[in-house]
């Protein structure tokens, strides 16, 4: 999402056939994407990804939703999706 705003101009310009495909068992696939490294705040960029997801149908008729976002980065910014209401449930998996 955030690769394709930045090459498009902004996230408002794009349309939800660009970002989401459609994978195995007709499973919906986002890349969210983010900052460049040491560029930015990630969680801000997850947070953006949701809102525009949210806006343009994604979650409608599904049963769930799945994020993989990574887990070794200190910043604040990856809470900003919980603070906002966007999960009902949060697991951590370490290995």
């Excluded at 900052?35 to 525009?52: D, K, L």
Aim: aromatic share 8%; proline share 3%.
């Amino acid at each position: 999402v955030l690769h394709l705003a930045a090459q498009e101009g902004s996230v408002e310009d794009l349309e939800l056939q660009d970002v989401l495909k459609i994978g195995y068992r007709g499973i919906k696939c986002v890349e969210s994407g983010g900052p460049e490294p040491g560029v930015g705040c990630a969680g801000r960029g997850v947070i953006t990804s949701i809102n525009f997801l949210e806006e343009n149908g994604a979650y409608d008729d599904v049963d769930y939703v799945s994020y993989d976002v990574l887990g070794d980065v200190v910043c604040g910014g990856f809470a900003m999706p919980i603070r906002e209401g966007k999960a009902q449930e949060i697991y951590i998996v370490m290995s």
